[in-house]
């Protein structure tokens, strides 16, 4: 199982990223994928969430700015990010939840500045 990010970079403060995550390796309809983010210093969190069924659920902070969706025809996930602040400055990790294993994608830098 192979996890592919892409679309990090820099952005301004208020401006907006889109990444990508293609799977390979496995059927990526039957699985929850999602976005997590560890910046310096800090514990990896989770940024958001959906479920092979479509549900999403988000960080509080990022509610309102961050978008996840999924293109099960593509084997690819994406987090649309708007109105992007400094602190969403992270690496940016996907993740496929698969019934017996969790898959990490290799990380994307993702720097807002101010």
């Known amino acids: 199982v192979q996890l592919q990010a892409s679309g990090g970079g820099l952005a301004q403060a208020g401006g907006s990223l889109r990444l990508s995550c293609q799977a390979s390796g496995i059927i990526f309809s039957i699985n929850d994928v999602g976005w997590y983010r560890q910046a310096p210093g800090k514990r990896r969190e989770m940024v958001a969430v959906?479920?092979?069924?479509?549900?999403?659920t988000y960080l509080d902070s990022v509610k309102g700015r961050f978008a996840i969706s999924r293109d099960n025809a593509k084997n690819t996930v994406y987090l649309q990010m708007n109105s992007l602040k400094p602190e969403d400055t992270a690496v940016y990790y996907c993740?496929?939840?698969?019934?017996?294993?969790?898959?990490w994608g290799q990380g994307t830098q993702v720097t807002v500045s101010s």
């Open positions: 993740i496929l939840s698969s019934s017996s294993f969790d898959y």
């Open positions: 959906i479920t092979s069924v479509g549900s999403t």
